[in-house]
Nanobody, 126 residues
Framework: QVQLVESGGGLVQAGGSLRLSCAASGRAINYYSMGWFRQAPGLEREFVAGISWNGGSQYYGDSAKGRFAISKDNAKNTVFLQMNSLKPEDTAVYYC???????????????????WGQGTQVTVSA
């Protein structure tokens, strides 16, 4: 059974940084694309960043470009999201997601991913 557990969220001042982690269990992440999404109250789930199964491609939503970086450590079966220059509008619950099919290059939509973590809250104060 695939399980994804996010950690690293918290309260940070605007301009600060956080590093989110997503620990996967149940199957190795090196065969599957991974993604980060976020959802603020009253808004739809928004794509933040994705990484292809082989780590060769990283791609970002407009809000994350130039500020966030996705990476993974296959040995630890963990995906990371480094978030810099945080803004109050980055406040949301951040979710880790995994593609259900191996060797996919990755997607942008929630429906492109089959497994989800429980989320971690990120709050950025002004």
């Amino acid at each position: 059974q695939v399980q994804l557990v996010e950690s690293g969220g918290g309260l940070v001042q605007a301009g600060g940084s956080l590093r989110l982690s997503c620990a996967a269990s149940g199957r190795a992440i090196n065969y599957y694309s991974m993604g980060w999404f976020r959802q603020a109250p009253g808004l739809e789930r928004e794509f933040v960043a994705g990484i292809s199964w082989n780590g060769g491609s990283q791609y970002y939503g407009d809000s994350a470009k130039g500020r966030f970086a996705i990476s993974k450590d296959n040995a630890k079966n963990t995906v990371f999201l480094q978030m810099n220059s945080l803004k109050p509008e980055d406040t949301a619950v951040y979710y880790c997601a995994q593609d259900g099919q191996s060797f996919h290059s990755g997607g942008y939509r929630p429906n492109d991913f089959d497994y989800w973590g429980q989320g971690t809250q990120v709050t950025v104060s002004a």
